[in-house]
C-alpha cells in the first residue's frame, strides 16, 4: 500500500486531523507531506501506527 494512501486512510477511519495524528505519533505534520511526496519514508513504527488506524494489518504495510 502506498503511504499516501496509508495516511489517508488512517485519518479518515481515526476520524482525525493530520495535526491530530501528528501530535498522537509525536512528529511534525510537515512528516507527512514529505511521505506523500516521497521525499522521505515513515519509520517501522510509524507506517505500523498508520496500518493500525487504517485497518491494514501493520505487518503487511511495513512489508511493501
Request: proline share 5%; no cysteine.
Amino acid at each position: 500500500m502506498l503511504v499516501q494512501t496509508l495516511i489517508d486512510k488512517a485519518k479518515e477511519k481515526s476520524q482525525m486531523t493530520l495535526g491530530q495524528l501528528a501530535a498522537e505519533m509525536g512528529i511534525a505534520q510537515s512528516n507527512f507531506s514529505n511521505w506523500k511526496k516521497g521525499d522521505h519514508t515513515p519509520s517501522p513504527a510509524h507506517t505500523a501506527f498508520l496500518a493500525k488506524l487504517a485497518g491494514v494489518d501493520p505487518l503487511m504495510a511495513i512489508a511493501e
